[in-house]
């Protein structure tokens, strides 16, 4: 299979492509509204708490120092390549990384409903739709393999 020729006459650098400055960039306006719910309710310890039944790992990083907390086994490498880009990312940015508490779960189909009977609940997945809270993060694996 061949794919056309690209007629356009815009070329975009990547130089231009990666100078963006914090916020400043199209992505960052969906953590905004991934975590829109939250300013309404907070997220507590309770709704972390709360949501663990739905999550396969849990990543906290206080001080500096991530802990993780294993409820069930990964498909694949989806939570090794996760805890490996926390790392990397520690080890680029010390002592810049504030203390988090975070939820994930390592399953492609998105579970948590955006109705008004339920509130949010901060997890991560790898997929989700506009009708659902689950907050989407990147499939580090894919790249891992």
């Given at each position: 299979?061949?794919?056309?020729?690209?007629?356009?006459?815009?070329?975009?650098?990547?130089?231009?492509?990666?100078?963006?400055?914090?916020?400043?960039c199209?992505f960052f306006k969906?953590?905004?509204?991934d975590?829109?719910?939250?300013?309404?309710?907070?997220?507590?310890?309770?709704?972390?708490m709360?949501?663990?039944?739905?999550?396969?790992?849990?990543?906290?990083?206080i001080?500096?120092?991530?802990y993780v907390e294993y409820y069930?086994?990964?498909?694949?490498?989806?939570?090794?390549?996760?805890?490996?880009g926390?790392?990397?990312?520690?080890?680029?940015?010390?002592?810049?990384?504030p203390?988090?508490d975070?939820?994930?779960?390592c399953?492609?189909?998105?579970?948590?409903?955006?109705?008004?009977?339920?509130?949010?609940?901060?997890?991560?997945?790898?997929?989700?739709?506009?009708n659902?809270?689950?907050?989407p993060?990147?499939?580090?694996?894919?790249?891992g393999w």
């Open positions: 299979m061949s794919f056309p020729p690209n007629n356009s006459t815009k070329i975009a650098r990547a130089s231009k492509i990666i100078q963006c400055s914090y916020l400043s199209g969906w953590i905004h509204h975590l829109e719910p939250c300013p309404e309710t907070r997220i507590s310890y309770d709704h972390l709360e949501v663990k039944k739905f999550a396969s790992f849990r990543v906290v990083i001080g500096g120092k991530l069930y086994d990964c498909v694949q490498s989806r939570a090794m390549f996760t805890i490996w926390f790392l990397q990312l520690l080890k680029r940015y010390p002592g810049r990384i203390n988090v975070l939820m994930f779960d399953m492609d189909k998105p579970i948590i409903e955006r109705k008004a009977s339920v509130k949010p609940m901060p997890i991560f997945r790898y997929c989700t739709t506009p659902h809270y689950d907050i993060f990147p499939d580090w694996s894919f790249w």
